[in-house]
């Protein structure tokens, strides 16, 4: 157990339509990442966000958003949902030094677009 | 940009059989470097990191790997190789910049693990 828990582990939704993906990151972990992991483009860094500020940016679509509150919980919003973005989404947790820490990723939330 | 390349999509192996997974980043700096696995099912876990010092890193599992600047790789290796280990093993390169951190992914090497 990482200690990173994200709900829900299954969604499937219809083209078109908005879910919200959910992300507890680990105990006195200020940040937070989303990653996207699909066939065609394996894993893919969307976007982090650090004590409730974005602070890097990856490939994320418009379409999608995500913000993090003062509890340091995570959201991860799609929106208009395609067929294309049927994919296994993570959040991953670290806490931040002058190096490159060690991120804790959770299980994952596997999205279904039909 | 950075990019991480994993040469082999698939390797089988018998288990008692060493094993070698071969990894290749593009990085302008001082590289970050990781490796972690992923089991069907779950999320993925850090078997070790590089970041300076001794080429040479021991990792959980009994995995280590070296990092070779000359040659841009940080291959992952195993002595012995036991039938929990198949599993999906990714290649990985970190930038950093103040607090803005991110991860950039090989493609993965399935591990298939023959009795």
């Known amino acids: 157990d990482s200690g990173v828990t994200q709900t829900p582990k299954h969604l499937i939704t219809a083209t078109g339509q908005r879910v919200t993906l959910r992300c507890s990151p680990r105990?006195?972990?200020?940040?937070v990442y989303w990653y996207q992991q699909s066939l065609d483009q394996g894993l893919q860094f969307l976007i982090q966000y650090y004590n409730g500020e974005e602070r890097a940016k990856g490939n994320i679509l418009e379409r999608f958003s995500a913000q993090q509150f003062p509890d340091l919980h995570s959201e991860l919003n799609l929106s208009s949902l395609e067929l294309g973005d049927s994919a296994l989404y993570f959040c991953?947790?670290?806490?931040?030094?002058?190096?490159?820490?060690?991120?804790?990723f959770g299980q994952g939330t596997r999205l279904t677009v039909v | 940009a950075q990019s991480v390349t994993q040469p082999d999509i698939h390797i089988t192996v018998s288990e008692g059989a060493s094993l070698e997974l071969r990894c290749n980043y593009s990085y302008g700096a001082t590289p970050y470097l990781f490796w972690y696995v992923q089991s069907p099912g779950q999320g993925l876990q850090l078997l070790l990191k590089?970041?300076?010092?001794?080429?040479l890193v021991q990792g959980i599992k009994g995995f280590e790997a070296e990092f070779k600047r000359s040659q841009s790789s940080f291959n992952l290796r195993k002595p012995s190789v036991h039938w929990s280990d198949a599993a999906e093993y990714f290649c990985?390169?970190?930038?950093?910049?103040?607090?803005?951190?991110?991860?950039?992914f090989g493609s993965g090497t399935q591990l298939t693990v023959l009795p």
């Open positions: 991953a947790s670290s806490s931040i030094g002058p190096d490159h820490t060690e991120a804790f």
């Open positions: 990985a390169v970190g930038q950093l910049s103040g607090s803005a951190r991110q991860l950039t």
């Open positions: 590089y970041f300076s010092g001794d080429t």
């Open positions: 105990s006195g972990d200020l940040s």
